[in-house]
């Protein structure tokens, strides 16, 4: 727990240091935050940070996150971005009178380093594209998790609720990319994770195509540890598919939001779930801040 926490410290440390210190820089333009990122967001990871609303098309469910990623420095020639990462990422239930009671909700903050460079190349791209992530991220039941006599609703979940979960995990995506179109692989390794038994290691790769019509496909796969109750821990790896398909409203003066369409298929990405295999639709509005 302890390692929990020397970790938040460091982060908030590290992000009010450049915070202040680019404050007080110079006013050059480079040096200020800003939002239009080096390395463009991945349309279709849901945990990527952004402002989305997807409400399920076959449960009474809602996904509801609220997060950005923003380049605290940028180099002058636009190809080295120091950042930071934070959002929340919450599975509301619909019920009547316009109420969403909140069944799990996770918190992810972070700092990362990106990269951009021109490329010549045989292959139809003509950027290559890195960003390093260093994250934590936890997890919390909520009220509407409770029964009406506002006891926790204990379900299939293998341990008793409430327990902790959080991870501190490094990211690498690595991605080539043309106007519209990116390719991208990527690996995750978890330093420090709890509950414990979670295999460290994961993996992931999608594509990316832009379509006529302002529209887009994007599919993002990730190979991810796949929980077996009977030994309490993780045993060998389950795909994970997330399929979308959208339309960016910029011709409407909407530059950063799309409406989409979602499928999901393998581990869940609530971490209070994270032993849950799912399948699901959705359909929402999505804003890349």
């Not at 410290?9 to 992000?15: D, E, F, R, V, W």
């Not at 009474?60 to 990623?69: A, E, F, H, N, R």
């Not at 909700?105 to 390093?132: E, Q, R």
């Not at 109750?229 to 979308?244: H, K």
Request: a positive charge; glycine letters at 8%; one cysteine or more.
């Amino acid at each position: 727990m302890k390692k929990k926490y020397n970790f938040g410290k460091i982060l908030l440390i590290l992000t009010a240091f450049l915070v202040i210190t680019l404050k007080n820089a110079p006013a050059d333009p480079i040096l200020r935050p800003s939002l239009n990122t080096i390395f463009q967001p991945i349309l279709a990871d849901p945990l990527q940070p952004r402002i989305a609303v997807m409400p399920w098309t076959s449960d009474k469910y809602l996904q509801l996150d609220i997060g950005t990623s923003a380049d605290i420095y940028q180099s002058r020639n636009k190809e080295f971005a120091v950042g930071i990462d934070f959002g929340t990422f919450s599975l509301l239930k619909r019920s009547d009178n316009f109420k969403f009671p909140v069944d799990t909700i996770d918190y992810l903050f972070g700092v990362n380093a990106s990269m951009t460079k021109p490329i010549k190349s045989s292959l139809p791209f003509d950027t290559f594209s890195a960003k390093l992530r260093l994250s934590h991220i936890s997890a919390h039941f909520e009220d509407g998790h409770t029964d009406a006599s506002g006891h926790w609703i204990q379900g299939d979940c293998p341990f008793t609720i409430p327990f902790v979960y959080s991870r501190e995990f490094l990211n690498l995506v690595l991605a080539l990319s043309s106007k519209g179109n990116r390719i991208y692989a990527g690996y995750q390794y978890i330093y420090h994770s709890s509950p414990d038994g979670i295999n460290p290691h994961s993996f992931q790769a999608g594509a990316e195509l832009s379509t006529p019509g302002d529209t887009y496909l994007a599919a993002d796969f990730k190979l991810l540890p796949s929980w077996d109750a009977s030994f309490n821990e993780t045993r060998g790896f389950r795909g994970t598919w997330n399929l979308q398909a959208g339309m960016r409203l910029g011709s409407i003066g909407l530059e950063k939001v799309r409406v989409a369409y979602n499928y999901s298929t393998g581990m869940s990405r609530q971490g209070m779930y994270f032993y849950r295999p799912e399948s699901f639709s959705t359909v929402g509005v999505i804003v890349d801040l």
